[in-house]
């Protein structure tokens, strides 16, 4: 058993502390995936709480992980949390928002209206347009509805992964814009009847949102180039969406403390040129340094050791549990079936922040050097395969599913087809009907459903964004059926084949990428249990990042060393296939070793 050291405040550590004294009544933690928002959410709801505040901590990801990392089974509705006084939490889910806001509207008409014609209303509303918009809505009041959190005096925003986040905080003005210049009375949700009566509410979540006085947003980064380069493209379209107030926490970050352990002298030197290369709009910011803890941060005693300070946390000792790790077979083992069949889908999916985009780089480049011919592409919005690739690879075609262009594409689509024989009166409503913020998300299901139809004729090897991000992407395939018919009167072939495609272990391959940590094994297990529900099984699981078949010293690494065995234990138990990939400085390791395992030809 290993136990970790206490911990005293150190600068940084205090500099967190003086922006929780000044902290307005919102804050909003985002950024890249796996960087840490949801820890220094939680830490600082924490924190606050133990001056004496009372506080809502809220979580906007549909792959909410609140309840673990709390201790505390949570709900739709405020929960006080186990061993916080002052701090309840809730989690905004997607289906249970969906499932009301179709009741709300539908409740009314019951018994009123023909049962074919109610029918009918559920049907308009079973798409994943009603999804978002009842998740908004959930937003917006505790945004906006004063009311709705008078009992509270912070509500702290733990957020998705980046590009589902900037989707959100968009919503309100774009929601806004759409209701203020729509004529005709009809959105894909049907009439405006109902949203009419909520623009009072979204005009006031916009204007809660830009207004630095009630709102701050923490973008929430490691001292890494992919996430402090996200954080800074975030800063930008924050800035065009009005948000003012903003402010940077670098998490995790790691300083060696024995200079004989070459692992952690690259792991600091790593951290060191990142933060050395950082844009000079993100250095501008008020910023924090959070250090790397030997612990996972799962539960309210290691919370608050990240923030020192906080009642009881200099008193903290926390047990490590240490357990021998298995062995592991490296991600060259699955290469032969991967590349079996000569064709296909193969889709690494994952947490944020796990190195889906590493792993799915690093099959590409194998592949194409195999002969293959491939496309690699990605479906988070705040895609960077193409950064990660680096140089073009002979037999790569990269690409990004770019949401604004795929919006454009379909809306001249429907505007082609549907509105052909129309007059003008209904060209002006159908053209109105496509402003509606709800037809990027079909947009996005097209260009997703095409591109996995084009694993018939060669590789296709899809990043994919964070879980949440991601399910609702896949939940939405029968829904968009249904919402396809409605607007082009067809269902075009490659959406038809899309769900038979996705569960043939043949044609589509998962991938599913987790690091030896509670919280990326635990999502990624409802991952795959979610995914079993559509009759898709994952083809493998890669521990990536992992410290075991190295030697450390540094006593930091040492006992992070020591935590990863019950959870490579765990995977193994979970998966058909495993693969474990070793922590290395840079990135080309990866690709190094599938190339030491590339068949002779």
């Known amino acids: 058993?290993?136990?970790?050291?206490?911990?005293?405040?150190?600068?940084?550590?205090?500099?967190?502390?003086?922006?929780?004294e000044r902290a307005p009544r919102h804050l909003f933690f985002t950024g890249k995936g796996g960087v840490g928002k949801t820890s220094v959410a939680c830490a600082t709801a924490l924190a606050l709480a133990a001056r004496g505040k009372r506080v809502l901590l809220v979580s906007t990801d549909p792959a909410s992980n609140l309840d673990e990392v709390l201790a505390t089974p949570l709900g739709s509705e405020p929960r006080a949390v186990a061993g916080a006084p002052g701090l309840s939490a809730v989690n905004i889910d997607p289906e249970a928002a969906a499932h009301a806001y179709r009741e709300r509207v539908v409740g009314p008409y019951r018994g009123v209206l023909p049962e074919a014609a109610v029918r009918s209303i559920e049907e308009q509303l079973s798409g994943a347009c009603t999804v978002e918009i009842a998740a908004?809505?959930?937003?917006?009041?505790?945004?906006?509805?004063?009311?709705?959190?008078?009992?509270?005096?912070?509500?702290?925003?733990?957020?998705?992964?980046?590009?589902?986040?900037?989707?959100?905080?968009?919503?309100?003005?774009?929601?806004?814009?759409?209701?203020?210049?729509?004529?005709?009375?009809?959105?894909?949700?049907?009439?405006?009847?109902?949203?009419?009566?909520?623009?009072?509410?979204?005009?006031?979540?916009?204007?809660?949102?830009?207004?630095?006085?009630?709102?701050?947003?923490?973008?929430?980064?490691?001292?890494?180039?992919?996430?402090?380069t996200e954080a800074e493209r975030t800063r930008h379209e924050l800035a065009a969406l009005g948000v003012a107030r903003l402010e940077l926490v670098i998490n995790g970050r790691?300083?060696?403390?024995?200079?004989?352990?070459?692992?952690?002298?690259?792991?600091?030197?790593?951290?060191?040129d990142a933060l050395a290369a950082m844009p000079a709009g993100l250095a501008g910011l008020a910023r924090t340094e959070l250090p790397l803890l030997p612990f996972g941060l799962v539960g309210v005693a290691a919370l608050r050791a990240l923030l020192p300070g906080t009642a009881g946390a200099d008193a903290i000792a926390l047990d490590i549990e240490a357990a021998p790790a298995i062995a592991l077979p490296p991600l060259a083992a699955l290469l032969?079936?991967?590349?079996?069949?000569?064709?296909?889908?193969?889709?690494?999916?994952?947490?944020?922040?796990?190195?889906?985009?590493?792993?799915?780089?690093?099959?590409?480049?194998?592949?194409?050097?195999?002969?293959?011919?491939?496309?690699?592409?990605?479906?988070?919005?705040?895609?960077?395969?193409?950064?990660?690739?680096?140089?073009?690879?002979?037999?790569?075609?990269?690409?990004r599913i770019d949401p604004v262009a795929e919006t454009q594409a379909y809306a001249a689509e429907v505007m082609r087809t549907a509105g052909a024989d129309l007059d003008a009166a209904g060209k002006a409503l159908l053209d109105e009907d496509l402003r509606s913020p709800c037809t990027e998300e079909i947009a996005v299901f097209r260009a997703f459903a095409r591109i996995v139809d084009e694993g018939a004729s060669g590789f296709v090897v899809i990043d994919t964004a964070p879980t949440g991000h991601t399910l609702l992407l896949l939940d939405a395939a029968l829904a968009y059926h249904r919402e396809v018919l409605r607007t082009t009167g067809e269902t075009p072939d490659e959406v038809r084949r899309l769900l038979p495609r996705l569960r043939d272990p043949a044609f589509t391959k998962i991938v599913l990428v987790t690091l030896p940590e509670a919280t990326p094994v635990h999502e990624?297990?409802?991952?795959?249990?979610?995914?079993?529900?559509?009759?898709i099984h994952p083809f493998a699981w890669v521990v990536n990042q992992s410290l075991v078949p190295l030697t450390v010293t540094d006593p930091v690494l040492v006992r992070r060393r020591a935590a990863e065995g019950r959870f490579h234990a765990e995977v193994a138990a979970l998966a058909t296939r495993v693969a474990l990939v070793p922590w290395e400085a840079g990135e080309t390791q990866l690709r190094r070793d599938l190339a030491a395992a590339r068949p002779s030809r």
């Open 1 to 20: 058993m290993l136990r970790a050291e206490r911990r005293q405040p150190d600068q940084d550590e205090l500099l967190l502390m003086d922006f929780l």
């Open 136 to 228: 908004f809505d959930e937003f917006a009041k505790l945004l906006g509805d004063g009311a709705a959190t008078a009992a509270f005096d912070h509500v702290v925003f733990d957020t998705a992964p980046t590009g589902h986040t900037l989707r959100l905080l968009a919503l309100p003005a774009a929601w806004t814009g759409f209701l203020e210049s729509n004529v005709g009375g009809t959105s894909c949700l049907g009439p405006l009847a109902g949203l009419k009566a909520q623009q009072a509410l979204y005009d006031a979540a916009q204007a809660t949102l830009v207004d630095p006085a009630r709102t701050a947003l923490v973008l929430v980064a490691r001292a890494e180039r992919a996430a402090l």
């Open 254 to 272: 790691f300083r060696a403390r024995d200079p004989r352990d070459p692992i952690a002298v690259a792991m600091q030197q790593r951290g060191d």
């Open 336 to 399: 032969p079936d991967l590349e079996a069949g000569g064709r296909g889908v193969i889709m690494t999916m994952g947490k944020g922040g796990v190195g889906k985009t590493s792993v799915a780089v690093a099959i590409a480049v194998e592949l194409a050097r195999r002969g293959h011919a491939v496309h690699l592409t990605t479906t988070d919005p705040a895609a960077h395969v193409a950064a990660a690739l680096g140089d073009a690879v002979a037999g790569i075609r990269v690409s």
């Open 524 to 535: 990624a297990a409802q991952l795959q249990r979610d995914l079993a529900r559509a009759e």
